[in-house]
């Protein structure tokens, strides 16, 4: 289905009951941001500010469930386009043996064709106001977290041009507003667009680049979408829409955005100019990403339609808006994946715990020893993986989706000793447990059923695995230790999670030989040591905290008990002096205790019935000292 518009997605959202009005005045300095983890939190409804102090209305939390993802992709279910897509490429790729089965074809690439997008010689909607004096401050634009370097657009489509093939890049990266007509251009090392400014800067040429906001809420989806470089995002688009889009040109630079978007801010880069500060922000991670050195965007034009709606969203601890946004490119890339990659691929899942690129599961049709491995490296040599810092696959009927089933099969055919690979490679600007930015350690953990030649040395099994430990004893025994939570062994899952008061260098890998050596710990797979502010008591949070916080081949130890074995992972905090860590340590996200009591007591006028606390009372207490930066 193709949107007219971003308001005709929000009549429909509407229409569905999955929109909720806000006419009461709210802030777009903290407290829309508060307001919205609040409900994204909590399975909550997409929300429109029409009171933003600015002539325009705010959307957020457009796609934040399931339904709500696929009604803006025009599906009822997720799967759907996957499906679409692998019947498109068995079409494609069958081989025809007469001239009559390559005849029926025809209109299946006549559809192919009518994907692709077209430039109108028109004006578009997104042009029927022109700012006289372009403001980008007359916009609702967020300051989401406190320790934030400014407000941030959080959902731009930014366009840019290879200067030498004149191939077009839509991509979606924040952008820090400085000024009326300056904001920084946030685009890491390896995104297109900063090649794309790269070449320019080799030619000693002004890049221009056009920034879109609203319009069918697809363009926005297939701006984050992990396309192939060079395959442009608005055949996607098309594709999905069922219906090409329409483009038009711009006003001040020789670009084309879509005709039915919200706002067109032009501008331009100049690569001779010095970089500028941006950030920090509170990023997806859950953490602030630090302030760096970014380009110079030079705004030329602002346009809009005359009944724009500015769109946004928040990032921040997970679950948030973006989970679902992630979850669409699992389902939808899983198809292409298996098809021209890995054919042995079945399913896949990226948990919200783990921010896409933290923790990956696969699911795959063994056939063959060693399978594993293949898919593994594979996946981290094919574009965004290269990312990803544990990946686990497992073969057979486990429903990968159901995260306890999961981890039961996951613990019941892996063995640490075994079958747990260490590799390094690129990793997330963002991942800033990494020693040097950027690169770090991966792991893969072959969970696997294993054939007859994977078993070269049988490894005995122990007694049973315990379903508790002695908590009181350990603690007695070990000050240090402030929290163990080995609620999963009564669920079959061989995992512990320990907080520890580290207090010396050294100090996680002296306590796990001394606890391992306790004859409790014999049969348990994996313990994962984690700071003593962290509240482990909830698994989804200790996960989500494990896989930012560890470079998993560096920060790892085996212990073997005899005929088994235990792999530990210290999940602590690093730093210079404990762990000769030379990098800064960034602090997790919460609301300040003021922007929380300002939205209590709004909270009533707001129509959100049922009252939801802060999300952020949960986190306070776990802050570092300090602010962005821990202390």
Known sequence: MAFKNLRHFIDTLEAAGELVRIKEYVNPCLEIPEITDRISKNNGPALLFENTGTAFPLLINSMGSSRRMAMALGVSDLDDIGIEIESLFRKLSTPKNNIVEKLKMLPQLSEIASWMPVVKNTRGECQEVVMKDPDITKLPVLKCWPEDGGHFLTLPVIHTRDPLTGIRNAGLYRMQVFGPTLTAMHWHRHKVSAKHFNEYKKLGRIMPVVVALGGDPAYTYCATAPLPEGVDEYLLAGFIRKKKVSMVRCITQNAEVPSDCDFVIEGYIDPSEDFILEGPFGDHTGYYSLADYYPRFHITAITHRKNAVYPATIVGIPPQEDAWIGKATERIFLAP????????????????????????????????????????????????????????????????????????YISDNADPARDIFFSQGPMDVLDHACSSMAFGGKMGIDATKKLPEEITAPIKKSTAPPTALPAAEIKKQFPEVVMLNDSLLARGVSLVFISVKKERSGHIKALNEQLLQMQCFESVKVIIYLDHTIDISGIADAVWRFCNNADPKRDHYIYRHGDTSTISFDGTRKTREMDGFSRDWPNILASDEATIQKVDKLWDRLGLGKFIPSPSLKYRGQLYKGGAVAE
């Open 337 to 408: 994946i298996k098809m021209t990659l890995i054919p042995e691929i079945t399913d896949m899942s990226m948990p919200v715990e783990g921010v896409f690129h933290n923790l990956v599961i696969v699911k795959i049709k063994k056939d063959y020893p060693g399978q594993a491995m293949k898919v593994m490296n594979a996946l981290w040599g094919a574009g965004q993986m290269m990312f990803n810092k544990i990946m686990i696959v497992v073969d057979g009927d486990v429903n990968i989706h159901n995260e306890a089933e999961a981890a039961r």
